[in-house]
């Protein structure tokens, strides 16, 4: 696959998150809609922690069964990968939330985020999220894994979808959005895909990815 296709469609899995994202425009939706569309942010968010986790650790047992063998190595480097990332990504986010949380208690006086910081924080994380996923189908291309990369490209563009409905879930029913609103959460929550694809198909690193 060209690195041209591959972006192509690296930009299109990511432009699924505008499916959802018009659900920010309804009005007058019941509290049952909108408590519906918040756990389904809430399941989307978890489903993501589990997903990354899992699948993170499947490098780090594999170099574990190997050290038995003799060479500890592989495995240090792994673990110290995978740990150096998941604190990375976690405090990134953490440092993000207390930001915008530090923000609104010098404007408004509150801790909670308003249903549009929410929804930017969402957006946030889940941009930082398809990222990787754009690294995945990146270097699935670059790498000749045809099968695998339009697998990881259907897979991850039906699930942005429902990354639209999460974005858009604190805003749904309140003053709603505008457009323009709701075109910058879709670039912040979807746009990383692309870059991810980019850089994944120049930059092939397994261990890393």
Do not use: C
């Amino acid at each position: 696959m060209s690195q041209s296709t591959a972006t192509l469609l690296g930009a299109l899995t990511g432009l699924t998150i505008f499916i959802g994202l018009p659900v920010a425009r309804m009005k007058g939706l019941s509290r049952g809609v909108q408590g519906f569309l918040n756990a389904l942010a809430t399941g989307v968010l978890v489903f993501l922690l589990w997903d990354i986790l899992s699948h993170a650790i499947e490098p780090v047992e594999s170099a574990l069964k190997t050290a038995h063998g003799g060479s500890w190595e592989p495995f240090a480097a792994t673990a110290g990968i995978f740990a150096g990332g998941l604190a990375v990504g976690l405090l990134s986010l953490v440092y993000f939330n207390g930001a915008i949380l530090a923000r609104l208690r010098r404007r408004d006086a509150t801790t909670s985020p308003s249903p549009r910081a929410l929804a930017m924080m969402i957006a946030t994380g889940l941009g930082l999220h398809n990222f990787s996923e754009g690294l995945a189908i990146g270097q699935s291309a670059a790498t000749g894994a045809m099968q695998l990369a339009l697998l990881l490209i259907i897979g991850f563009g039906l699930h942005n979808m429902t990354e639209g409905f999460g974005i858009a879930a604190p805003l749904a029913g309140s003053t709603g959005a505008s457009f323009s609103s709701i075109l910058r959460l879709g670039l912040i929550g979807g746009g990383p895909t692309f870059l991810g694809t980019v850089i994944g198909y120049r930059f092939v690193s397994p261990l890393l990815s």
